[in-house]
């Protein structure tokens, strides 16, 4: 008889920064923890988000017993709406803040209707199949994040979610360093741990600090305050309130996802505010420069986010004053920079204060650096690990730190999106790869978008498009009269013009050697592609994309 493995399959997340997907499975029992989107890089021309590909998941849907989610951000829920509705009454389960946010994600997206969410306490056991799953509080950059502790058949499984260990959190609980040491003592399979800063050495600093920096900033601050930050970092907008209400200003909250975040965190007691000091937007006319603080989105230089429309003047409400303080509080995700260097030029131009994390301590990461690392390491004791969330290099550089704190090599698995780890409580090993990659969505269409169109929007950005018109007589299959031939974004017009009655006569050359087939459209299209092909490469070095058509009179 075989004996029945834990696979372990990652779907999103190993290898690249976001859309993290885990799949655990054993015998007839499927959980999935996570389901989260990838904002798109620069070449994914058009493309609006980019989310893990289910179909391992959806093929196998009658095993699924229940998605469990760490935290409420965006690369760990944004794909729910687009998964959920594939596997109708599997159970959410997520803690108070996070179900919250996973409800206004859901109805954003139209998809919140017959959806079975549910809130699990931390330390409270639920049965999943085959598992037994149980949440542990960690600490983010958000509230209510946790890590996940599973009991298999084979053995314990611990999933660190995105975790930082910071004694002096502004809101949500510490990282359980004590229920991670008990799991240790007991033995642990498999741990699954955040990687997201292995690169840094050392220890990530308490979110007291920046506290104090804004808070510093603030009172100096002669006009008005302007902080932007990632719309779910709870905490960081808890101490903007809390300087506020010191300062005597009254704060203002802009840009919709950062207005239904702190709408739901004060419904479930995750914010704090003293009374009247939140304001509308409409109440801000006649209120001194100097009372005033707004919160906004925009911290990575998004296009269509509040604090960019300000920095390119047209915003609805708030245009940029001389004398304004703008505190950036947040780093770039890797990729944005240019984004966000570009709303940082623009914002000091117009006169305003600008301050980000070169110029003071106005932001702390959410992810543990390396010596919290080796520190989770070190309490769980894992048998087996596998370093998770992270671009190859910050998996590899894990997987060194756990070889540094005595591991031994051969149980250290540096896994890639795909990958099937097998285990049993002896044994691991990788063995086999299933279907993954990237689904993307563009505007209502997910999935319909694939490498092919992109390649086609990546030429008709790089030379641009030649559109040539054939008019052929249906009887006779002669041409009538030269081509039209028309261009967009591949030369000057006006330069353009001198080529057409060239590309013009090289053209008609080329099809009167056709004799009958001008009535095959195939043998058409590839002429007039090849002959304009090679006399605009020849006369340009450019390659524009050709499209023929052929009109019959």
Known sequence: ?????????????????????????????????????????????????????????????????????????????????????????????????????????????????????????????????????????????????????????????????????????????PTDLSRLAQLGAQGVLLLLSDSTYSELPGYTPSEQTVGESLEHFIANAKGRVI???????????????????????????VGRSMTETVKISLELGYLNAPENILGKIEDMRGLPANKIILITTGSQGEPTSALVRMANRDHKHVHIQRGDTIIVSATPIPGNESLVNRTVDSLFKQGAHVIYSKLGQVHVHGHGSQEELKLILSLAKPKFFAPVHGEFRHLSLHAQLAGSIGMPPENIFVMEDGDVLELNSNSAKINGKVTTGHVYVDGLSVGDIGGVVLRTRKMLSRDGIVVVILAVNKQTGKLVGPPDIVSRGFMDPQDFETLVGESREVLVKALDHSGDRLSEWSYINSKVRDTLDKFYYDRTKRRPMILPFMVKV
């Open 1 to 173: 008889m075989i004996k029945s493995k834990l696979k372990i399959i990652p779907l999103g997340g190993l290898g690249e920064i976001g859309k993290n997907m885990m799949v655990m499975e054993y015998e007839n029992d499927i959980i999935v923890i996570d389901a989260g989107l990838m904002f798109p890089e620069e070449e994914m021309l058009g493309i609006d988000l980019v989310i893990p590909d289910f179909s391992y998941v959806i093929e196998r849907k009658e095993k699924v017993r229940g998605i469990i989610i760490t935290h409420g951000h965006e690369d760990h829920i944004g794909a729910l709406p687009y998964l959920i509705p594939q596997l109708p009454n599997v159970p959410v389960y997520a803690s108070t803040l996070t179900n919250g946010l996973i409800r206004v994600k859901l109805k954003e997206r139209r998809t919140h209707d017959g959806v079975n969410l549910k809130v699990l306490p931390f330390g409270k056991e639920i049965t999943m199949g085959k598992f037994r799953v149980e949440l542990f509080p960690v600490c983010h950059s958000i509230p209510d994040a946790a890590g996940i502790i599973i009991r298999t058949p084979e053995g314990i499984v611990i999933h660190s979610g995105d975790f930082k260990i910071d004694h002096t959190p502004v809101s949500g609980k």
């Open 227 to 253: 902080v932007t930050t990632f719309s779910s970092l709870i905490s960081r907008i808890q101490q903007v309130i809390d300087a506020a209400a010191k300062h005597g200003r009254r704060v203002f909250i």
